[in-house]
């Protein structure tokens, strides 16, 4: 998976997001819900926006949680009461389902399937109704993030040949490249007043963290480090990014301030910690973890790194990122 340099190979960094078992979480604002996707091994499973994780860890109990299993033999899309009872397959479809993103008003998911054929973007009702193909290409579509307003969902494809961000209006329509690069360019996410996006790139030789105007312009590159840096969250309050990197030999949680300064490492542990993202007031961090040996399971500590607490144990891996808004 990771070339002699240790860097993110970017042909195998796809089968990377959906083999590798990857945690997200992604709350919902207000505390509604959360959801959570996972992958577990060789699978065509997610991991992340998305593995994705992007609001609300703490205070779960009486919500519900989203999430990604192979428990029915092939990837769905389930949902769950906080304390794991009443699980609900929303998908139920042969083929593979994953990456799922909720809506800011907790009223739909946006979610990848193969079930036309080929990995496309769907939106679904939050009860799993009303499926509908808004992307409907050949080329490969991959991690939806709804746009703040609920207006448009960013997007990651390869229908120009290499993997460039998109996005288009929630209908589906005037999909519109905003990188137009022959990099990789991959996982989208806004900052919370949606006049930019942060996304990875390999554009300057291994993968960096960039962000963008809504519209494309005013590139901005905000890592410069010779390993890799991937997964960009934004904060609530849109004054940080948490974000993950190999730069200390393995992956581990930091943040930065949202001009790319004053990166700081919140994770120090042997094992892998990655995927974060923060609650919805900005108060926590989810994040996936290996450190307690086994499948990964998800955590939430304080935006400084203090206080990690181990929110799931499942031995199935039942999880990855996403939660409602």
């Not at 997610?46 to 919500?63: F, I, R």
């Not at 910690?273 to 040996?293: C, L, N, Q, V």
Request: charged share 20%.
């Amino acid at each position: 998976m990771w070339n002699r340099n240790s860097r993110l190979d970017p042909a195998s960094f796809i089968p990377f997001l959906f083999s590798r078992a990857r945690l997200r979480v992604v709350l919902a604002a207000g505390g509604a819900g959360a959801i959570f996707t996972a992958c577990d091994n060789g699978g065509r499973l997610p991991v992340g926006p998305d593995l994705v994780m992007t609001q609300k860890v703490a205070d779960l109990a009486g919500q519900q949680i989203a999430f990604v299993t192979d428990r029915d033999g092939n990837s769905e899309i389930y949902v769950m009461n906080a304390d794991g009872t009443g699980p609900v397959n929303l998908t139920n479809n042969p083929t593979f389902d994953f990456n799922p993103d909720w809506s800011p008003d907790g009223s739909k998911i946006a979610f990848v399937s193969n079930r036309s054929g080929q990995d496309d973007i769907f939106v679904m009702n939050a009860d799993g109704t009303g499926p509908v193909n808004l992307t409907n290409h050949a080329g490969r579509d991959a991690t939806p993030a709804w746009s703040p307003d609920g207006s448009k969902i960013a997007f990651a494809t390869e229908r120009d040949g290499n993997f460039e961000i998109y996005v288009m209006n929630a209908d589906g329509t005037g999909a519109t490249n905003l990188t137009h690069n022959l990099a990789f360019d991959f996982w989208p996410t806004w900052s919370p007043d949606g006049s930019k996006i942060a996304f990875l790139s390999q554009r300057d030789g291994n993968f960096e963290i960039y962000a963008m105007n809504a519209d494309g312009t005013g590139l901005v590159r905000l890592t410069n480090n010779v390993a890799d840096d991937f997964e960009p969250r934004w904060s609530p309050d849109g004054s940080k990014i948490v974000f993950t990197s190999r730069r200390d030999g393995n992956d581990e949680i930091y943040v930065m301030d949202a001009a790319g300064t004053g990166v700081v490492r919140l994770t120090n542990n042997t094992a892998l910690d990655g995927t974060p993202d923060w609650s919805p007031d900005g108060t926590k961090i989810a994040f996936a973890s290996e450190r307690d040996g086994g499948a990964r399971e998800i955590y939430v500590m304080n935006p400084d790194g203090t206080g990690a607490i181990r929110i799931t144990n499942n031995p199935a891996v039942d999880i990855d990122r996403r939660r409602r808004r």
